[in-house]
């Protein structure tokens, strides 16, 4: 019973971030911001109006650049980037800007009970992928796969200090973030 109330909670949770518009700055490709409400679609598209009265308008990549959300004591800023080998770029939230900037993005899988394919029979989880880009780069990189410690040490090439970490198997102590953060300090000239 616990569990099913804790997926229930989660499924009110995530889908309040998302599916109640807030208000946000719209940002344009070309840097001119506008404020109103918005909301983010399962298929990274952006709703977005001036106002509770106005209907709302989808935006993607083709015009915006992201979106920053005021509100519930905090600032969230998602942001259209190209990501691995797709071909449309990813709304993604952004956790930190640096030489290496860290994106998340996070959805919901469901988790089917009982050898059922259908949602009814499904408990969600929320799933998080973080990506990696360096500045001089254009698309991110989600390191995890089939060898993550190999695509990490190519990743962070430059940095002795984190390669080091990689050699020594003290990454496994660390999250990707801790390890994206210390090469922003410690290798970012």
């Given at each position: 019973?616990?569990?099913?109330?804790?997926?229930?909670?989660?499924?009110?949770?995530?889908?309040?971030?998302?599916?109640?518009?807030q208000r946000a700055d719209l940002?344009?490709?070309d840097?001119?911001?506008?404020?109103?409400?918005?909301?983010?679609?399962r298929n990274h598209k952006i709703k977005f109006k001036l106002s509770h009265d106005d209907k709302a308008e989808k935006w993607d990549f083709r015009i915006?650049?992201?979106?920053?959300?005021?509100?519930?004591?905090?600032?969230?800023?998602f942001e259209y980037i190209k990501v691995d080998n797709k071909r449309k770029p990813l709304l993604l939230e952004v956790k930190h800007r640096g030489k290496v900037s860290i994106y998340e993005d996070r959805f919901l899988v469901y988790n089917s009970?009982?050898?059922?394919?259908?949602?009814?029979?499904s408990l969600p989880y929320e799933n998080k992928v973080t990506y990696l880009k360096r500045a001089d780069e254009v698309s991110a990189k989600n390191l995890f796969g089939f060898n993550f410690r190999k695509n990490a040490k190519a990743f962070f090439?430059?940095?002795?200090?984190?390669?080091?970490?990689?050699?020594?198997?003290?990454?496994?102590?660390?999250?990707?973030?801790?390890?994206a953060l210390e090469y922003n300090v410690f290798c970012s000239e």
């Open positions: 019973m616990k569990k099913q109330l804790f997926y229930i909670f989660l499924i009110v949770f995530n889908s309040s971030i998302f599916s109640q518009t940002i344009f490709i840097g001119d911001t506008i404020q109103g409400l918005a909301l983010i679609t915006v650049k992201g979106v920053t959300f005021y509100g519930f004591e905090e600032v969230r800023e009970l009982l050898g059922t394919n259908n949602l009814r029979g090439r430059d940095c002795p200090e984190i390669i080091e970490i990689f050699n020594s198997n003290e990454y496994r102590k660390y999250t990707l973030q801790e390890i």
